[in-house]
């Protein structure tokens, strides 16, 4: 079973800065694209962020210039540097990984998509 853990979330006053994490564990064989998804209450879920395996990123235009997304491929391991935060950062973030190749019990290799449970990030004074 691949699982995907989050980290890092928290209260935060205005202006400052989290760092989240996201652990993949399993008979994992490669993990391409990973990225970070928010919900806000009452929104619907919203991509934040998204870095290739290759190191390739992408990011919503209401965080560029204030967030940064990174990977550690060797420790299935990604990123989200959060500076300069605002009240309208408030949300539940998940991380998610739309093509991950596991080993197969039998032999050979499947893909999937899994995705965290979310860690909450909260931005108030």
């Known amino acids: 079973q691949v699982q995907l853990v989050e980290s890092g979330g928290g209260l935060v006053q205005p202006g400052g800065s989290l760092r989240l994490s996201c652990a993949a564990s399993?008979?994992?064989?490669?993990?391409?694209?990973m990225g970070w998804y928010r919900q806000a209450p009452g929104k619907q879920r919203e991509l934040v962020a998204v870095i290739t395996r290759g190191g390739s990123t992408n990011y919503a235009d209401s965080v560029k210039g204030r967030f940064s997304i990174s990977r550690d491929n060797a420790k299935n391991t990604v990123y989200l540097q959060m500076n300069s935060l605002k009240p309208e950062d408030t949300a539940v973030y998940y991380c998610n990984a739309p093509d991950i190749v596991i080993m197969r019990p039998g032999g050979g290799t499947r893909s999937l998509e899994v995705w965290g449970q979310g860690t909450l990030v909260t931005v108030s004074s």
């Open positions: 399993g008979s994992i064989f490669s993990i391409n694209a």
